[in-house]
């Protein structure tokens, strides 16, 4: 295989004590405007005369549809639920109006694929223990300034369930995120306490198989970071953001890896792939 590890024993020490790691400039100034301007011509391209899902998190029972499922293997755009007048006119442009792009912008997209299999990445997954590790979604969130929807407390195991679980989220920051913007926030050490709930899809649509503990904000510190630093995540870490009302967006890619080695990926996630994702790499 020929992948060595990028961590350092202090690093991964932090990680697997707090539940997150920031690497700071993991992205260079090239690679952020590559990726930045590829979306940019992606949203140009976009025609939404036809279609407009809404991607919400406080209320997702709701809004999950079939553009939503078929998404988990394709590039599709969801749109800001603030976004839209009562007559159900854009407020703003397009490219001001949606919430996020997904889910699988690193298998169809070239510029999203070089970085999400780039040497750095494998490097880092391989660090944190995986052995054939697939990327299960990739997002393209855009935070947009005055509109940013918040993203409700969560672990990422909830959404994507391996048995054992295995997933970790590796966030890009793709501009400045602070307070202000809607950065991430997490409970440090949440990880420890196992997953609380998991997010099923069976004939009816999705649900969540048990309702929301309610979380003290207290606990949660703030993850400011600069452009081109990745926040890796561990799966079972509560970690949410807040709505964006300021007139700064923060865009984010986000990735969604799990493991396909001595775990199995259960048939009630929310994303049932026709087609299997490619591994990174196999040790
Ligand atoms: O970008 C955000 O605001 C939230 C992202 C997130 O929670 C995730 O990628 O798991």
Same mark, same amino acid.
């Given at each position: %295989?020929?992948?060595?590890?990028?961590?350092?024993?202090?690093?991964?020490?932090?990680?697997?004590?707090?539940?997150?790691?920031?690497?700071?400039?993991?992205?260079?100034?090239?690679?952020?405007?590559?990726?930045?301007?590829? %979306?940019?011509? +992606?949203?140009?391209?976009?025609?939404?005369?036809?279609?407009?899902?809404?991607?919400?998190?406080?209320?997702?029972?709701?809004?999950?549809?079939?553009?939503?499922?078929?998404?988990? @293997?394709?590039?599709?755009?969801?749109?800001? @639920?603030?976004?839209?007048?009562?007559?159900?006119?854009?407020?703003?442009?397009?490219?001001?109006?949606?919430?996020?792009?997904?889910?699988?912008?690193? @298998?169809?997209?070239?510029?999203?694929?070089?970085?999400?299999?780039?040497?750095?990445?494998? $490097?880092?997954?391989?660090?944190?223990?995986?052995?054939?590790?697939?990327?299960?979604?990739? %997002?393209?969130?855009?935070?947009?300034?005055?509109?940013?929807?918040?993203? *409700?407390?969560?672990?990422?195991?909830?959404?994507?369930?391996?048995?054992?679980?295995?997933?970790?989220?590796?966030?890009?920051?793709?501009?400045?995120?602070?307070?202000?913007?809607?950065?991430?926030?997490?409970?440090?050490?949440?990880?420890?306490?196992?997953?609380?709930?998991?997010?099923?899809?069976?004939?009816?649509? *999705?649900?969540?198989?048990?309702?929301?503990? $309610?979380?003290?904000?207290?606990?949660?510190?703030?993850?400011?970071?600069?452009?081109?630093? +990745?926040?890796?995540?561990?799966?079972?870490?509560?970690?949410?953001?807040?709505?964006?009302?300021?007139?700064? $967006?923060?865009?984010?890619?986000?990735?969604? *890896?799990?493991?396909?080695?001595?775990?199995?990926?259960?048939?009630?996630?929310?994303?049932?792939?026709?087609?299997?994702?490619?591994?990174?790499?196999?040790?």
């Amino acid at each position: %295989m020929g992948i060595a590890g990028n961590l350092n024993p202090n690093q991964l020490e932090f990680f697997n004590t707090e539940g997150y790691l920031v690497l700071e400039s993991f992205a260079s100034a090239d690679e952020i405007r590559s990726l930045r301007s590829r %979306m940019e011509q +992606l949203l140009d391209e976009f025609d939404f005369s036809s279609k407009a899902s809404i991607f919400s998190t406080t209320n997702q029972q709701q809004t999950t549809d079939d553009y939503f499922f078929e998404s988990a @293997e394709k590039i599709s755009f969801f749109f800001e @639920e603030k976004a839209f007048d009562d007559d159900g006119n854009l407020k703003q442009p397009k490219q001001l109006s949606i919430n996020k792009v997904g889910h699988a912008l690193h @298998e169809h997209d070239p510029i999203f694929k070089s970085f999400t299999s780039s040497e750095k990445a494998l $490097s880092l997954l391989c660090s944190l223990g995986y052995k054939r590790p697939v990327v299960i979604q990739s %997002m393209y969130i855009f935070k947009q300034p005055g509109i940013g929807g918040e993203v *409700v407390p969560h672990q990422d195991n909830s959404f994507l369930y391996t048995d054992p679980p295995t997933c970790t989220g590796l966030w890009l920051a793709l501009e400045d995120a602070t307070i202000t913007n809607g950065c991430l926030w997490a409970i440090p050490r949440s990880h420890k306490d196992g997953l609380v709930r998991r997010f099923i899809r069976d004939e009816t649509g *999705v649900h969540f198989d048990k309702p929301s503990p $309610s979380y003290d904000q207290k606990d949660f510190v703030p993850i400011e970071v600069k452009a081109g630093s +990745l926040v890796a995540i561990h799966g079972d870490l509560i970690h949410q953001s807040f709505e964006n009302k300021s007139c700064t $967006s923060r865009h984010a890619y986000s990735l969604h *890896v799990v493991d396909t080695d001595g775990c199995k990926w259960v048939e009630d996630n929310w994303i049932r792939r026709k087609v299997d994702p490619e591994p990174l790499y196999a040790s």
